[in-house]
């Protein structure tokens, strides 16, 4: 399976392990992933934003076909959790799917997301749990 | 279909368009051609799918549909045939309802309501399968043989036919409408 580029994923950094969003400090509209331009205003000047590490499950799925890289791990489950003023899609773990609702309490967890075999470069990220 | 293996809840296997090979051309002429191009609009969804209100609209079907059909003056009524894009059963149901053949929420229910939709009546990407950039063309060749009647299309009852392409999850559509 490809995966983003090495360079690529070293700037996103900041959004992946920190979860780095950004607001536009005109019309106060935050994004995430970060975006150079405010797309509602039009603005350039955006400053970074620090998501809640807290939120809300909004909807999930459970991926039941996998790409190859992800086999250990399935099935994946992958929802839409609310931190703050946007919502944040990414896989959820420590939990069985039986179990999730949709308006449950979430944390973010950082974790492994992938190896790349050919590179041996390790992916880290964030992902969700339910919250204890 | 029900019974075919989930792949992601609640699709199942059957209810994924296959990737497949497959070639289709169309010849473009000035005139004395078979059908027109009577109107034909693209739109974009610059949401990313993350940060959208709703996730049962195609917006940017829904845009290009509007304004395609204005260009070419008809209205959902006119259409006697149509080829969405539909690479997973729900945005089948979805981009016949952006392209005005059904209500929004409202295309099962017509169709249980005992109301036509006649929309993929090739079998769509699902039946035929998937074949990325040629899916298109495809779909403006078999819109052009239903509304001609050439087989393996017996022919509609209309001489209006739209054909919808989607690139991404409402990221991008494009509309054509096409007419005897
Ligand atoms: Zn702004």
Redesign the interface.
Known sequence: MEHESVPLYWRNIPSYYRLAARRCRKCGEV???PVVKC?RCGSSELEDFQLPHEGELV?F?????VPTDYMKQKPLVIG?VKLGP????GQIVDAA?EKLKAGQRMEVVFRRVVVDGKYGLVMYGYKFRPRP | MLDS?????PLRLYDVGPMADGAAAAILCGRKGVAKVLGMWSSAN??????RQD?DVLYSAREAAERAYRMAGITPRDVATAEVHDSYSILGVLAAEALGLAPRGGLLASLRGGSEVRANLSGGLKSRGNVMGATGVYQAVEVVWQLVGRGPFKRVDGSIGVIHSMGGVDATSTVVVLGL
């Open positions: 994004y995430y992933p797309p909807e799925t459970v991926l039941r076909s839409l946007v919502k944040v899609l799917p | 293996e989930l792949v992601s809840d610059a949401v990313p799918f993350n940060a996730y």
